[in-house]
């Protein structure tokens, strides 16, 4: 009884438990009601009891980044001016502090965008020596770069650019410095390095990238010469590269007019790469060439004055081409050679018209023509016909490079007369008597210049009016005997004295001079005579030059050489032009002429067989002797004729060029060789006059 009591005590169920007619889980469930009940009013009276108060700590604001941040608010709401003072706050106050050397970027950042290129370019600068371990060091020196190169300053940007390279592993930085390289080696006209950081740039450039890339290596490759265009491309191992590098090879050729080099780079570009994207534009330039290459191989053409004033000078050119084309087409395995004849009739704008029909006949090369050959030969150089010209018209070749001259020439003739007058007979004075016109004045400045070149002195010059007969007065001034001589000159210093102490002596000399003049007896005569020799004796010519050179045609010359000997110049060297190689200098001139010396392209009585040989065949032919221009006529032919029969030589520029390259051709007007500017150099023939013939001084 005492065991039952205790447990309905100590559990308030307990007597519903032991209720007969309530089951155990109906008990749990009421337990645990109970239990939920006790722990609800626990919480309810603690949630009752007063709360105690805890009060926060307050929290700290840092000033430098208080201040940072301010900035920063500045600059995102374009208040630069302000972001500025505040970033510059900043850096005086806090530069030891983890956001200096961004505040530094962003000072730069302002000056650049406010066009303040040197305190930008200073703040970047600052940042890479104060900060070296930043991340921002290479964007800076980046900044730095470009701005360099805006500024134009580009050797400094290059000078720069390989320790910012050393220092960068990022492809967008190597990318942008060899592009920007690039640029700045072409501002500095220096193409060849331009490419090369070109080069570079495409191999570390992405996809969209290479567009611009190869428009400007495209854009420099232009301005290299072929063959560093050809050094490039054996080295280069990219295709699409390789295939720029050839096309521009081909335009480069082509502009120096080398088609066939130019075909032969194109073809290759063709054959290489089909498909690259300068292929088409390839095969249209092709097309192009090939159109120029065509042209009639063997066929000349020849300017010739056939009618009008200069007509006897046009046939005897056409007799030495015409021989000269005998002779060619003589040989074996040689092809057929036309030659097509214009007659220019002496006029200047016939030949430029005839120059043009003979290039639309398509001939190779034009022979002549002579007196027009200045404006036919800027026609040919338009057309790129390879011309040569026979005349003497000065710095006919200058007009471009398809022009040439084969005829002698004021030049060659002065440095073979004082070469040998200085070289070979030792003589260093000279005096010049030349005509007043053009021809005159020419040979003139050239012999001076030449006598100075080789040492020699050029003791007087004096001119004459070419339509004189009498050329006493330029003479006399040659000599000192032109001007008079003061009165004090004329006598010995005693006579001079004597006349101070006597003037009536004078008087008397008058009174006898009177009587000499009205008297015919022969002893007064005689008389006068004495006192001449005694005392009034004319001056005597003062000859202070070994040589005298007379730049003039034989009717002049042979006038003026016998006058010289007249006013006692003797004893000196008498040099002449190509035109005193006629008959008629020795017929005028007589005695006085002999031992003159002259130059001359052509010389007939050489014993040169090549010259022998063509002297027998013109007489054959034509029954008279040939001169300088049958001689030159027939070299220049046959230089042409050897030339378009080579397999080797397809288009004009290649006829040009080897005519340009033309060495020690032995020709009967002389060895004759082409120099760059298209001149033709001949070794001269020396003649002296000798009885009533010229012979040749060895």
Same mark, same amino acid.
């Given at each position: 009884?005492?065991?039952?009591?205790?447990?309905?005590?100590?559990?308030?169920?307990?007597?519903?438990?032991?209720?007969?007619?309530?089951s155990?889980?109906?008990?749990?469930h009421?337990?645990?009601?109970?239990?939920?009940?006790v722990?609800?009013?626990?919480f309810?009276?603690?949630?009752?009891?007063?709360?105690?108060?805890?009060?926060?700590?307050?929290?700290?604001?840092?000033?430098?980044?208080?201040?940072?941040?301010?900035?920063?608010?500045?600059?995102?709401?374009?208040?630069?001016?302000?972001?500025?003072?505040?970033?510059?706050?900043?850096?005086?106050?806090?530069s030891?502090?983890?956001?200096?050397?961004?505040?530094?970027?962003?000072?730069?950042?302002?000056?650049?965008?406010?066009?303040?290129?040197?305190?930008?370019?200073?703040?970047?600068?600052?940042?890479?020596?104060?900060?070296?371990?930043?991340?921002?060091?290479?964007?800076?020196?980046?900044?730095?770069l470009?701005? /360099?190169?805006?500024?134009?300053?580009?050797?400094e940007?290059?000078?720069?650019?390989?320790n910012?390279?050393?220092?960068?592993?990022?492809?967008?930085h190597?990318?942008?410095?060899?592009?920007?390289?690039?640029?700045?080696?072409?501002?500095?006209?220096?193409?060849?390095?331009?490419?090369?950081?070109?080069?570079?740039?495409?191999q570390?450039?992405?996809?969209?990238?290479?567009?611009?890339?190869?428009?400007? /290596?495209?854009?420099?490759?232009?301005?290299?010469d072929?063959?560093?265009?050809?050094?490039?491309?054996k080295?280069?191992?990219?295709?699409?590269?390789s295939?720029?590098?050839?096309?521009?090879l081909?335009?480069?050729?082509?502009?120096?007019k080398?088609?066939?080099?130019?075909?032969?780079?194109?073809?290759?570009?063709?054959?290489?790469?089909?498909?690259?994207?300068?292929t088409?534009?390839?095969?249209?330039?092709?097309?192009?060439?090939?159109?120029?290459?065509?042209?009639?191989?063997? #066929?000349?053409?020849?300017l010739?004055?056939?009618?009008?004033p200069?007509?006897?000078?046009?046939?005897k050119?056409?007799?030495?081409?015409?021989?000269?084309?005998?002779?060619?087409?003589?040989?074996?395995?040689?092809?057929?050679?036309?030659?097509?004849?214009?007659?220019?009739?002496?006029?200047?704008?016939?030949?430029?018209?005839?120059?043009?029909?003979?290039?639309?006949e398509?001939?190779?090369a034009?022979?002549?023509?002579?007196?027009?050959?200045?404006?036919?030969?800027?026609?040919?150089?338009?057309?790129?016909?390879?011309?040569? #010209?026979?005349?003497?018209?000065?710095?006919?070749?200058?007009?471009?490079?398809?022009?040439?001259?084969?005829?002698?020439?004021?030049?060659?003739?002065?440095?073979?007369?004082v070469?040998?007058?200085?070289?070979?007979?030792?003589?260093?004075?000279?005096?010049?008597?030349?005509?007043?016109?053009?021809?005159?004045?020419?040979?003139?400045?050239l012999f001076?210049d030449?006598?100075?070149?080789?040492?020699?002195?050029?003791?007087?010059?004096?001119?004459?009016?070419?339509?004189?007969?009498?050329?006493?007065d330029?003479?006399?001034?040659?000599?000192?005997?032109?001007?008079?001589?003061?009165?004090?000159?004329?006598?010995?210093?005693?006579?001079?004295?004597?006349?101070?102490?006597?003037?009536?002596?004078?008087?008397?000399?008058?009174?006898?001079?009177d009587?000499?003049?009205?008297?015919?007896?022969?002893?007064?005569?005689d008389?006068?005579e004495?006192?001449?020799?005694?005392?009034?004796?004319?001056?005597?010519?003062?000859?202070?030059?070994?040589?005298?050179?007379?730049?003039?045609?034989p009717?002049k010359?042979?006038?003026?050489i016998?006058?010289?000997?007249?006013?006692?110049?003797?004893?000196?060297?008498?040099?002449?032009?190509?035109?005193?190689?006629?008959?008629k200098?020795?017929k005028?001139?007589?005695?006085?002429?002999?031992?003159?010396?002259?130059?001359?392209?052509?010389?007939?009585?050489?014993? /040169?067989?090549?010259?022998?040989?063509?002297?027998?065949?013109?007489?054959? #032919?034509?029954?008279?002797?040939?001169?300088y221009?049958?001689?030159?006529?027939?070299?220049?032919a046959?230089?042409?004729?050897?030339?378009?029969?080579?397999?080797?030589?397809?288009?004009?520029?290649?006829?040009?060029?080897?005519?340009?390259?033309?060495?020690?051709?032995?020709?009967?007007?002389?060895?004759?060789?082409?120099?760059?500017?298209?001149e033709?150099?001949?070794?001269?023939?020396?003649l002296?006059?000798?009885?009533?013939?010229?012979?040749?001084?060895?």
């Open positions: 009884m005492k065991a039952t009591n205790k447990k309905n005590i100590l559990s308030p169920l307990g007597q519903i438990n032991s209720h007969p007619g309530i155990t889980q109906a008990y749990r009421a337990a645990l009601f109970c239990r939920w009940v722990l609800m009013s626990v309810l009276f603690l949630s009752c009891a007063p709360k105690i108060a805890i009060k926060p700590e307050p929290v700290k604001i840092d000033p430098g980044n208080a201040l940072f941040s301010r900035a920063e608010k500045m600059f995102q709401s374009k208040s630069y001016d302000r972001a500025l003072e505040l970033y510059q706050r900043f850096l005086f106050q806090f030891y502090r983890p956001q200096a050397d961004d505040a530094l970027m962003r000072i730069a950042k302002i000056y650049e965008m406010e066009n303040k290129i040197l305190k930008a370019r200073e703040s970047y600068q600052r940042l890479t020596t104060d900060y070296p371990k930043s991340p921002f060091v290479q964007n800076a020196m980046m900044k730095m470009f701005m /360099l190169y805006k500024e134009g300053k580009y050797k940007v290059i000078r720069n650019s390989a910012v390279l050393e220092k960068t592993i990022w492809r967008d190597i990318f942008k410095i060899q592009m920007l390289l690039g640029d700045s080696y072409l501002a500095l006209s220096q193409p060849e390095e331009a490419v090369n950081s070109f080069i570079v740039a495409y570390q450039s992405k996809k969209e990238e290479k567009a611009n890339v190869i428009q400007k /290596l495209t854009g420099a490759i232009g301005q290299l072929p063959n560093r265009l050809m050094f490039l491309f080295e280069m191992d990219d295709e699409l590269l295939g720029y590098l050839l096309y521009q081909g335009i480069g050729y082509a502009d120096e080398k088609f066939e080099s130019a075909m032969k780079m194109l073809s290759l570009l063709v054959q290489k790469f089909p498909k690259h994207e300068k088409r534009q390839a095969k249209t330039l092709l097309e192009e060439l090939e159109k120029k290459s065509l042209y009639q191989r063997y #066929t000349i053409g020849c010739l004055p056939l009618s009008g200069y007509k006897i000078y046009g046939n050119v056409l007799k030495g081409i015409e021989l000269a084309l005998g002779q060619y087409s003589d040989g074996d395995g040689r092809p057929t050679i036309k030659i097509i004849i214009k007659d220019t009739e002496s006029d200047p704008q016939k030949a430029v018209q005839a120059v043009g029909e003979l290039y639309e398509r001939v190779a034009i022979i002549g023509p002579l007196a027009t050959a200045t404006q036919a030969a800027s026609e040919a150089q338009k057309l790129g016909l390879p011309i040569i #010209t026979l005349t003497q018209k000065r710095e006919i070749t200058d007009m471009g490079d398809y022009v040439f001259r084969n005829f002698i020439t004021p030049g060659m003739q002065v440095k073979t007369l070469s040998y007058a200085i070289k070979e007979l030792q003589l260093k004075r000279f005096a010049i008597l030349y005509p007043d016109e053009n021809y005159g004045k020419t040979f003139m400045n001076w030449e006598v100075i070149a080789l040492g020699g002195k050029v003791v007087g010059a004096e001119s004459y009016n070419i339509n004189h007969t009498d050329f006493a330029p003479i006399k001034k040659l000599v000192g005997l032109y001007y008079d001589i003061p009165e004090d000159l004329k006598y010995p210093d005693e006579q001079v004295a004597y006349k101070e102490i006597n003037p009536n002596e004078k008087e008397k000399n008058d009174e006898a001079d009587r000499e003049a009205i008297g015919n007896d022969e002893s007064e005569t008389t006068a004495e006192e001449k020799e005694q005392g009034s004796e004319d001056p005597k010519a003062i000859v202070d030059f070994d040589v005298i050179f007379i730049p003039d045609a009717n010359a042979g006038l003026i016998p006058q010289l000997a007249f006013y006692d110049i003797e004893d000196v060297y008498l040099l002449g032009t190509n035109l005193w190689h006629s008959k200098l020795i005028m001139a007589r005695h006085y002429a002999q031992n003159a010396i002259l130059a001359d392209g052509f010389y007939s009585e050489s014993t /040169l067989k090549v010259v022998k040989n063509f002297v027998e065949s013109f007489e054959k #032919t034509y029954g008279e002797k040939p001169g221009i049958e001689a030159v006529a027939f070299d220049t046959r230089i042409l004729f050897e030339m378009v029969g080579r397999p080797d030589i397809r288009f004009r520029t290649k006829l040009k060029d080897e005519l340009m390259n033309l060495r020690g051709f032995e020709g009967v007007s002389g060895m004759t060789s082409f120099d760059d500017r298209g033709a150099w001949k070794k001269l023939h020396l002296r006059i000798k009885g009533d013939k010229f012979v040749e001084i060895n």
